[in-house]
């Protein structure tokens, strides 16, 4: 068995826990009863005049009461058009940031806006810069080149601003830990604002005025505004007390989006304003949408997510966001379509790399990682594209089941990203190793680093150490909203969900969950990335599922097989006529009574151990452990053997196995199970160990001679 092929196979092995907030025994569809604890209570009475609970679907009321959602955002969710969006000048700084931009427009003063070069720092830096234009001014754009000159306000950035001889620079989405490089601006004569959304630790900053969310108080009503969104509210306050143009809340929400900021409060009604006045959008936006839509999809905050953020993010990654900021500010729709189609072939372009760099990544993992012994994948290569390090180190993480670094070398200097897997705290490792490094950072989640290309072997060496200590550590849990059965999946359901978009950050599109479904047909669609099945439910005839990226389990479900899923639920049209669609999340064998391990049931016989065996060696090298689940692991074990093996019976194999020295057994949380070989010097004999006496005592192996 090829090593690609064991590779499919142990992902498909494996499952992890999943959580369904509902409690199905405990559900009520009676809002006067008690929520599980720490949950606030939904209140017909405490509505707003008009509001009633009981005119909505009741699988949108399942849903609210799983989540535990508060009278106020139910409310936000079926009203967004009532949020308030709260006083600009609520930001310390607001005033002064004002009365700064007001003299640069009176003495038409040069202005410089200093952005970022991502989806979020492009909006910015467009709507600012529309805003000027608007009044008069044209201004200097600058965006950092991601592959030369990194992120945010540098020395040398610095540098370059000040040749352009600027009386006035606005910093978007950047700025806040850059106090020495705006005092410098400063002292030069320049007056610099400050506008940026990150953490920041130096509320008394060097600039003129700084203006942060994350620099005012805990209960601040604005801190889930993106950068973008503290430029519009910038342009909010110069506009007081008019409202900004429709075209500055497209491009507000367009980079909230981007940057996956909660959509709750003002950016709920960003992007419900923006969707809803989608027509005033700059014409270089409705280009690109028109030239991203398919089969005239809705416009939406998943549209603005998975087609235009990354075509506007694809420029920056391959260091020509330039193309992208043109786009955002031209007022031509000959040019418009021409910067579409530049980023439409960008984006083909960061994929077409994106799968060849993956590729070479599997080749170098694939040579020496192996499955179930090493706790974290570390590939560099002179050759890695700086631009993707993240995404490819995320599809390393998640294909791999194990956290990833990824390194592109330059100059001898290895800089990377970094991302974890499960619970593990990735930061904390990466940390462990700090004296390696030149620079690291990030969170628990995800981190990026630099060290000199001498100190690697010993970088690696130490974080493996370090990983190697930790606890077992397996997926993240899947967190489901609610069961469903067959009957609750109707298009009046799916019109239902439609209530609750736009979805997004803290507010997902509902996951759900149905058992025993039962599939009637299975096979690999597109290139064979993805899977298309006809399942048969309980009290619902059949219903069409789609699995994304999920075609390599074809090779291991088959016609009858009855699974559980994890899906979205959504409505496809076809030549006219619409139906319930489901689109897998995660999928798995169902569990059913005469599966269930139990060592008082299960028969085994000298054939089935052999057969095991045989299976599992050709699958595992000594030593190397395999994380299953029992269910998935008999399947496939059993798939091709002259009877059914079921959980039960491959469990006490492999207790024996563990008993009798060859291998070691051990339970994890949830379904999942961890085994291995062990070295053996001599001949093991199965039948001398108290197990088998005791199976044999039962009369529960055949051939047991």
Not at 369 to 374: I, L, Y
Not at 452 to 469: A, G, T, V
Not at 493 to 507: I, K, S
Request: charged residues 25%; negative net charge; contains cysteine.
């Amino acid at each position: 068995m090829d090593q690609g092929l064991k590779l499919k196979l142990k992902r498909l092995l494996l499952s992890r826990k999943w959580n369904v907030r509902e409690d199905q025994e405990k559900f009520e569809d009676d809002y006067g009863a008690e929520l599980p604890t720490g949950r606030e209570q939904l209140s017909l009475e405490t509505m707003s005049v008009g509001f009633d609970l009981s005119e909505y679907h009741p699988l949108l009321r399942r849903i609210w009461r799983a989540r535990g959602y508060s009278n106020e955002k139910i409310q936000q969710i079926v009203y967004p058009i009532e949020i308030t969006y709260p006083s600009a000048f609520l930001f310390t700084d607001m005033k002064a940031a004002v009365a700064l931009v007001r003299q640069a427009l009176a003495e038409q003063s040069k202005v410089l806006i200093f952005g970022d070069y991502d989806a979020d720092g492009l909006t910015a830096t467009a709507l600012l810069s529309r805003w000027f234009r608007e009044k008069g001014l044209n201004t200097i754009n600058l965006i950092p080149d991601r592959l030369r000159d990194g992120y945010g306000l540098t020395e040398e950035q610095v540098e370059l601003i000040k040749s352009y001889e600027p009386d006035l620079v606005i910093t978007v989405d950047c700025g806040s830990s850059s106090l020495e490089e705006v005092k410098s601006l400063e002292e030069s004569g320049v007056r610099v604002i400050v506008t940026d959304h990150h953490t920041t630790e130096n509320c008394d900053h060097t600039a003129s005025a700084f203006i942060n969310p994350q620099r005012e108080a805990v209960d601040f009503p604005l801190r889930g505004l993106a950068g973008v969104g503290v430029a519009y509210y910038l342009v909010r306050a110069l506009e007081y007390p008019q409202e900004p143009h429709p075209l500055h809340t497209t491009l507000a929400a367009i980079g909230t989006v981007a940057d996956v900021m909660p959509l709750w409060g003002v950016n709920r009604r960003l992007v419900v304003d923006a969707i809803c006045y989608y027509e005033s959008a700059p014409v270089g936006v409705k280009i690109l949408t028109e030239k991203s839509r398919k089969d005239n999809v809705d416009i939406s905050a998943s549209f603005i997510q998975f087609n235009l953020v990354p075509r506007l993010n694809a420029a920056g990654r391959l260091g020509q966001a330039d193309i992208a900021l043109s786009l955002l500010m031209t007022d031509d729709e000959a040019e418009a379509a021409v910067l579409a189609d530049r980023l439409a072939s960008l984006n083909k372009e960061r994929r077409d790399l994106e799968m060849e760099q993956i590729l070479q990544a599997d080749k170098q993992v694939e040579a020496k990682f192996v499955w179930g012994r090493d706790r974290i994948i570390i590939v560099a290569d002179e050759s890695f594209h700086p631009g993707i390090l993240g995404i490819l180190s995320a599809r390393l993480a998640d294909q791999y089941q194990v956290p990833a670094i990824c390194l592109a070398l330059e100059e001898d200097i290895y800089r990377g990203s970094v991302r974890t897997y499960g619970d593990i705290d990735i930061h904390a490792a990466i940390a462990s190793c700090q004296d390696l490094l030149r620079t690291f950072g990030g969170h628990s989640g995800a981190a990026g680093l630099s060290l000199p290309k001498e100190n690697l072997p010993i970088f690696s060496d130490r974080i493996k150490s370090y990983m190697s200590k930790l606890d077992d550590f397996e997926p993240d849990e899947l967190s489901l909203e609610l069961e469903l059965e067959g009957q609750d999946l109707t298009l009046d359901a799916v019109h239902a969900l439609q209530v609750m978009e736009p979805f997004g950050e803290q507010n997902p599109q509902p996951l759900f969950f149905l058992r025993s479904a039962v599939i009637a047909e299975i096979r690999a669609i597109g290139d064979g990335s993805h899977l298309r099945m006809m399942l048969e439910l309980p009290k619902q005839s059949r219903v069409v599922a789609v699995a994304f990226r999920q075609g390599d389990a074809a090779m291991f479900y088959s016609a009858g097989d009855i699974i559980d899923i994890a899906f979205y639920l959504v409505g496809n049209t076809w030549q006219g006529s619409e139906n319930v669609n489901l689109h897998i999340e995660e999928m798995r064998l169902s569990i059913t009574a005469d599966e269930v391990p139990n060592r008082q049931r299960a028969v085994i016989s000298k054939p089935m151990i052999a057969h095991v065996y045989n299976h599992l060696s050709a699958l595992l090298d000594k030593e190397q452990d395999l994380i299953f689940d029992p269910l998935h692991l008999a399947h496939w074990i059993g798939s091709d053997y002259n009877r059914h093996i079921s959980s039960g019976q491959l469990l006490t194999i492999l207790q024996l196995f563990s008993e009798g020295g060859l291998g070691d057994l051990r339970s994890l949380r949830d379904r999942n199970k961890r085994f291995c070989f062990l070295p053996v010097t001599q001949r093991i004999d199965l039948k001398t160990t108290d197990l088998w006496r005791e199976l044999y005592e039962q009369g529960r192996i055949v051939d047991a001679s």
